[in-house]
């Protein structure tokens, strides 16, 4: 994973829980139970771990070019 594949894996996971505990907490508001803002949550967080743990292509568009190393004579 490149370091602009990091900065964009972090953004989803961020954002989808922040979202996912918002949208939890309404519906666990209008039904009076914890339970559902608990699962969304739990269920953004899963969500965004199988989105951003394993190293997607997405996550890999910008890879370094690393510098050969220098041979020295002996």
């Known amino acids: ?15 989808l829980i922040i979202i996912c505990g918002i949208i939890g907490w309404i519906i666990g508001f209008i ?3 914890f339970t559902y803002t608990f699962y969304f ?3 953004g967080t899963g969500l965004a ?7 997607w292509p997405y996550l890999n568009r910008n890879p370094l070019n690393w510098q050969k190393p220098e041979v020295k004579d002996k």
């Open 1 to 15: 994973m490149d370091f602009q594949g990091q900065k964009l894996a972090e953004r989803i996971y961020q954002y």
């Open 31 to 33: 039904k009076q139970d």
């Open 41 to 43: 949550v739990a269920g």
């Open 49 to 55: 771990c199988l989105l951003c743990l394993p190293d």
